[in-house]
């Protein structure tokens, strides 16, 4: 499946203000894609799809955890997460992708998870700082991403977990166990250099 094919698929699913969204994280994950040496084809069909499921019905979406995903460890952290393991599922059964690197660039992309591969860190980075994202913080990530990915996603973890936390909402465990994993990772090679 080409860009074009993929991108006709998506936008019948999204409203226009998601695709444009949309539109930017292809445009950034490839850009990173290139920086950081990823299979530029499957970071682009990834991010193509990473929110194909983000209207579909949260009661739908939490059937289909309980009834079909063996990781139903989303649940009971708030129905925005639902959208990207969902988005994995039906990428995979209504539009018949089945390479699991995609699949999982979909399935992480809003919590993260420890030992991410570079597909999976390139698609949680172009999410938060494609160009259409204004929020505070989110241009020294744009500085970050053009020398260094960890520490890109590092301050997007920073930022994500302050922002939940000042609003007194569930921090996902994954995100948290990302962001322990990514500082211990930085404070070894500190001290190996
Ligand atoms: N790691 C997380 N743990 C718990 N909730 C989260 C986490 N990341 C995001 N969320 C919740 O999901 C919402 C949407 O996240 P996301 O899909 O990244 O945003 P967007 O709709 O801007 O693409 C956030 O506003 C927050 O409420």
Known sequence: MNREQALAIVKLNLTDHRYTHT?????????????????????????????????????????????????????????????????????????GLTDQ??????????????????????????????PGRKFKGVEDVRKLAKKDLDEAIIQVLENT??????????VFPDTLATYNQLITNKRRSDISE
């Open 101 to 130: 690197e995609i699949l999982n660039g979909i399935r992480y992309h809003t919590t993260g998870r420890p030992d991410m591969t570079l597909l999976e860190k390139i698609v949680f980075l172009a999410d938060y700082i494609e």
């Open 161 to 170: 977990i302050a922002f939940l936390m000042k609003r007194r909402q569930l």
């Open 23 to 95: 539109l930017g994280v292809v445009d950034t994950a490839v850009e990173l894609a290139d920086r950081f040496g990823a299979n530029r084809e499957k970071v682009e069909l990834a991010a193509v799809f990473h929110d194909y499921a983000k209207f579909r019905d949260k009661e739908e979406m939490k059937r289909l955890v309980e009834e079909k995903l063996s990781d139903k460890s989303c649940l009971g952290f708030g129905d925005e997460l639902l959208h990207a393991p969902c988005g994995a599922y039906f990428v995979e059964h209504e539009v």
